[in-house]
T-cell receptor, first 115, second 118 residues
Framework: DSGVTQTPKHLITATGQRVTLRCSPRSGDLSVYWYQQSLDQGLQFLIQ???????AKGNILERFSAQQFPDLHSELNLSSLELGDSALYFCASSGGRLAGIDEQFFGPGTRLTVL | AQKVTQAQTEISVVEKEDVTLDCVYETRDTTYYLFWYKQPPSGELVFLIRRNSFDEQNEISGRYSWNFQKSTSSFNFTITASQVVDSAVYFC???????????????FGQGTTLQVKP
């Protein structure tokens, strides 16, 4: 158990809908990262937050957004869902001020299926 | 651009064989970090090791060992006396940098699926 929690574990929804994925980092970790894992794209970085502020952005679609709350949990919002958004979404957290140095601990993932 | 290449898509070995998973990376940065993660069939990503670019010492942890060679931009992972429980997808990753500050973003290779047969 990495200490990172993600809910829900599975999500099935229809095209055009909007969903919210939730992540709680390990106790004391300030950085939260979101990754998408799909068969064709592999593991892709989406976005990083550090202590409530956006720190880095990857190939995140405009239909996707995220935020990190004062209690450090994070939410990833996916809207106008398309079939191609079906994937495993991971949240990871790391502790320190020097985020690149710390290893990232991953949550169990949320498997999103868009029908 | 930074890139990680894991040329071996799938490897199949028989239990107790040694196996090496290859990882080649590209970066223009002088300071960077390399990682290996394991993804067992259950799906979670398990951290295995972190190595910074200034430390080229090989590391051994039980049956696992890592060979970091800056000259060839490689960070290979060897499992000695493989076991069925080692069956998983293994990912090599490189930390991205933003100027002089690491952002923490990981760039992953495509992964190598290791199957260890009894």
């Amino acid at each position: 158990d990495s200490g990172v929690t993600q809910t829900p574990k599975h999500l099935i929804t229809a095209t055009g809908q909007r969903v919210t994925l939730r992540c709680s980092p390990r106790s004391g970790d300030l950085s939260v990262y979101w990754y998408q894992q799909s068969l064709d794209q592999g593991l892709q970085f989406l976005i990083q937050y550090y202590n409530g502020e956006e720190r880095a952005k990857g190939n995140i679609l405009e239909r996707f957004s995220a935020q990190q709350f004062p209690d450090l949990h994070s939410e990833l919002n996916l809207s106008s869902l398309e079939l191609g958004d079906s994937a495993l979404y991971f949240c990871a957290s790391s502790g320190g001020r020097l985020a690149g140095i710390d290893e990232q601990f991953f949550g169990p993932g949320t498997r999103l299926t868009v029908l | 651009a930074q890139k990680v290449t894991q040329a071996q898509t799938e490897i199949s070995v028989v239990e107790k064989e040694d196996v090496t998973l290859d990882c080649v990376y590209e970066t223009r940065d002088t300071t960077y970090y390399l990682f290996w993660y394991k993804q067992p069939p259950s799906g979670e990503l398990v951290f295995l090791i972190r190595r910074n670019s200034f430390d080229e010492q090989n590391e051994i942890s039980g049956r696992y060992s890592w060979n970091f060679q800056k000259s060839t931009s490689s960070f290979n992972f060897t499992i000695t006396a493989s076991q069925v429980v080692d069956s998983a997808v293994y990912f090599c990753a490189l930390s991205d940098t933003l100027g002089s500050s690491n952002t923490g973003k990981l760039i992953f290779g495509q992964g190598t699926t290791l199957q260890v047969k009894p």
